[in-house]
């Protein structure tokens, strides 16, 4: 692996928050019902597509070089 990216463009970072959250959020005794699981998703989906898109303006308003 020669190529790199953002954590926040990783499955696997992604999957591995969820798991954390989800067994977080179970040990304080919450739970999450079938139709909210099959959801969660698209959910985290809008999220990290959110989150991508504010790193993205931020990253170029920030930027001190121009893109050529």
């Keep these: 692996m020669t190529d ?3 954590p ?3 499955r696997a970072v ?3 928050v969820t798991a954390v959250v989800g067994s977080g959020l ?3 005794g919450y739970t999450i019902s079938p139709a909210d ?3 969660l998703p698209v959910l ?3 999220v990290a597509a959110g989150v991508g898109g504010i790193v993205a303006i931020v990253g ?3 930027a001190s070089k121009k893109i050529r």
Aim: glycine residues 14%.
């Design 60 to 62: 170029r308003v920030r």
């Design 26 to 28: 179970g040990l304080l």
């Design 37 to 39: 699981a099959q959801a």
């Design 44 to 46: 985290l989906s809008s």
């Design 8 to 10: 926040f463009a990783s």
């Design 14 to 16: 992604w999957g591995g």
């Design 4 to 6: 790199t990216k953002s």
